[in-house]
Nanobody, 116 residues
Framework: QVQLVESGGGLVQPGGSLRLSCVPS????????MGWFRQAPGKEREFVAA????????VYADSVKGRFTISRDNAKNTLYLQMNNLKPDDTAVYYC?????????WGQGTQVTVSS
């Protein structure tokens, strides 16, 4: 059973940056196309970004294009989400999972709050 552990969230002012990390325990990520998702209060969970492990191709939600970058470190078996120029609308709990169909057990996520 793969367990996903997200970290790196926090409180940041508009225009600030954060880098989120996702570490799976129990299995290498290389067998999955991995993505980041987020859920804001009162809203459904939505897709943010994804990448193939094999060829590094990436896809982003329109709302984060040009501001967020998904990447991974094979040696550390870690998925990252670099978030720049953060906006209040980016406030949410961020999760990682397989993409397009989240098939792994959801982790606890990491809270990102963008506020002045």
């Amino acid at each position: 059973q793969v367990q996903l552990v997200e970290s790196g969230g926090g409180l940041v002012q508009p225009g600030g940056s954060l880098r989120l990390s996702c570490v799976p325990s129990g299995r290498p990520l290389s067998t999955y196309r991995m993505g980041w998702f987020r859920q804001a209060p009162g809203k459904e969970r939505e897709f943010v970004a994804a990448m193939y492990w094999s060829d590094s191709s990436k896809v982003y939600a329109d709302s984060v294009k040009g501001r967020f970058t998904i990447s991974r470190d094979n040696a550390k078996n870690t998925l990252y989400l670099q978030m720049n120029n953060l906006k209040p609308d980016d406030t949410a709990v961020y999760y990682c999972n397989s993409h397009p169909a989240p098939s792994l057990a959801w982790g606890q996520g990491t809270q990102v709050t963008v506020s002045s």
